[in-house]
T-cell receptor, first 112, second 113 residues
Framework: GDSVTQMEGPVTLSEEAFLTINCTYT??????LFWYVQYPGEGLQLLLK?????DKGSNKGFEATYRKETTSFHLEKGSVQVSDSAVYFC???????????FGTGTSLTVIP | DVKVTQSSRYLVKRTGEKVFLECVQD?????MFWYRQDPGLGLRLIYF???????EKGDIPEGYSVSREKKERFSLILESASTNQTSMYLC????????????FGQGTRLTVV
């Protein structure tokens, strides 16, 4: 079945450091890929998405590229801020858009 | 903006109680979901619904039931709460077309004592 595997955390970075959170997926057909962010005590918010191979999703300085050849959707940011501290979830939806599969989440802490 | 609203942010219930978690969305979405979130386990799907009065079991339905009498409302029911159901519960909704994202409520932190 479809599934998502993402980098284990927690991750601790200094402010202005480069961030990469790895995400790989297994899916049949043509899934859509997502990154969600969860701030403490809150629900999940969409950070970015990509719906076909080679698409790049971007938002708030975060980027991820849909790589079909490596079945990956790694999240990157060039310079993290303290306010980026949160839990990040990689997810996919199946090719019908009716079901979602989530990774286990990666906790990021950014220290000043 | 799409809004998904869960009825409570925090709940404390006693073992054996029947517990209702309510979720309402305001954008006419066909699909609605209930997940539970536990440390190290990510989000696990309890139940989902593609339409009114329709429901499908997810990965961990045991001990739970759901109700969807109206399109905008999806209720999760714990028939007899147990301490191992202490968790964060997240409701979400989405439209079926491929590429559409899921929208989440703010979560309900349930503690069963």
């Amino acid at each position: 079945g479809d599934s998502v595997t993402q980098m284990e955390g927690p991750v601790t970075l200094s402010e202005e450091a480069f961030l990469t959170i790895n995400c790989t997926y297994t899916a049949t057909g043509y899934p859509s890929l997502f990154w969600y962010v969860q701030y403490p005590g809150e629900g999940l918010q969409l950070l970015l998405k990509a719906t076909k191979a080679d698409d790049k999703g971007s938002n708030k300085g975060f980027e991820a590229t849909y790589r079909k050849e490596t079945t990956s959707f790694h999240l990157e940011k060039g310079s993290v801020q303290v306010s980026d501290s949160a839990v990040y979830f990689c997810a996919l939806s199946d090719q019908d858009g009716n079901q979602f599969y989530f990774g286990t989440g990666t906790s990021l802490t950014v220290i000043p | 903006d799409v809004k998904v609203t869960q009825s409570s942010r925090y709940l404390v219930k006693r073992t054996g109680e029947k517990v209702f978690l309510e979720c309402v969305q305001d954008m006419d979405h066909e699909n609605m979901f209930w997940y539970r979130q536990d440390p190290g386990l990510g989000l696990r799907l309890i139940y989902f619904s593609y339409d009114v009065k329709m429901k499908e079991k997810g990965d961990i339905p045991e001990g739970y039931s759901v109700s969807r009498e109206k399109k905008e409302r999806f209720s999760l029911i714990l028939e007899s709460a147990s301490t191992n159901q202490t968790s964060m519960y997240l409701c979400a909704s989405s439209l079926p077309p491929r590429g559409a994202e899921a929208f989440f409520g703010q979560g309900t932190r349930l503690t069963v004592v």
